[in-house]
Structures are given as structure tokens and as C-alpha cells.
């Protein structure tokens, strides 16, 4: 062997080398970017999920504040009742589902009871027409039946 040729088969051995980590580098590379990719598609799965989650609890939240009438009966003295809308939403179009034997003057077309207002009536029970101990109620926007409880007669 050639003293002059060692020179160029060291360095065919360092190229060697080089290509074997070049090879090796390509392939943990391709590796990393495969994590990356499949970190990214987690992340951006997990930002759509949190965005829906968010959505979804800012719906609730607003279903939540929304201005809602409340109405319960409250016996006022003797034959006197009132229909109160202790809510925060005004109560339009407000109608009993069935007729009660034991009100008298009938219910009016068209009642509205703002919030806090009262509606006063006569409801005075007998033998032939007892006082209900609830009254199903609708009103616009509400018109699967509310069942109100009739609170017992004071005196």
C-alpha cells in the first residue's frame, strides 16, 4: 500500500461516517416533524373542542340572565286573590288553560303583568264549586302549561 492513497481512504471513511449520520439525522428528523405533525393536529383538535366548550357555557350563561316572568297566586283577604309576576320579564297574553267554577267575573282577554305587578280577581269556593289547589297558566312564549299552586285561604 501507498503511503500517498491513506490520505484519500481516511477521508472515504469520514464520508462514510458523515452519510451514516446524515442518514441517521434524516431519519430522527422525519421522526420530530411526524410528533410535531400529530402535536399540532392534538392541539388544534383540543382549541376547537375548548372553543365549543365556551360557546356551549356562554349559551347557558345567557339562557341563564335571560329575563324570565315567574308568576305565583297569593290570596289577598275573604274572596280577593292575586296573580303576581315576581320575574324579571313581562308576562304578555296571560290565559288559565281551563275554566275555574270558583272565580267569578270570568279572566280577561289580553292580561300583561310587568314585573312586579299584580293582577287582582275573585275565586270564592262552594260546595258545587270548590277553589283548585292549582291553577295551570300560559302566557306568550310560555305556552307549555305552568301549574301554579293555589296557597290555602287566610281567614
Do not use: C
Not at 302549561?145 to 293555589?150: D, G, M
Request: no cysteine; aromatic share 6%; proline share 6%.
Amino acid at each position: 500500500m501507498n503511503w500517498g492513497d491513506a490520505p484519500a481512504w481516511a477521508a472515504f471513511a469520514v464520508s462514510l461516517g458523515a452519510i451514516g449520520i446524515s442518514l441517521k439525522a434524516r431519519s430522527d428528523g422525519k421522526r420530530s416533524a411526524d410528533a410535531a405533525e400529530k402535536t399540532a393536529a392534538v392541539a388544534e383538535e383540543t382549541l376547537a373542542h375548548q372553543r365549543r366548550v365556551d360557546a356551549a357555557q356562554r349559551a347557558a350563561e345567557e339562557e341563564a340572565n335571560r329575563p324570565r316572568a315567574v308568576l305565583a297566586f297569593e290570596h289577598a283577604n275573604k274572596a280577593k286573590w292575586q296573580l303576581v309576576n315576581y320575574g324579571t320579564a313581562i308576562a304578555t297574553n296571560v290565559r288559565i288553560t281551563e275554566a275555574v267554577a270558583a272565580m267569578h267575573g270570568g279572566w280577561p282577554e289580553n292580561l300583561t303583568l310587568a314585573p312586579g305587578e299584580v293582577h287582582d280577581f275573585l275565586m270564592a269556593g262552594s260546595m258545587e264549586a270548590r277553589i283548585p289547589s292549582l291553577i295551570r297558566v300560559v302566557w306568550d312564549g310560555q305556552e307549555e302549561p305552568v301549574p301554579l299552586r293555589v296557597p290555602p285561604r287566610i281567614g
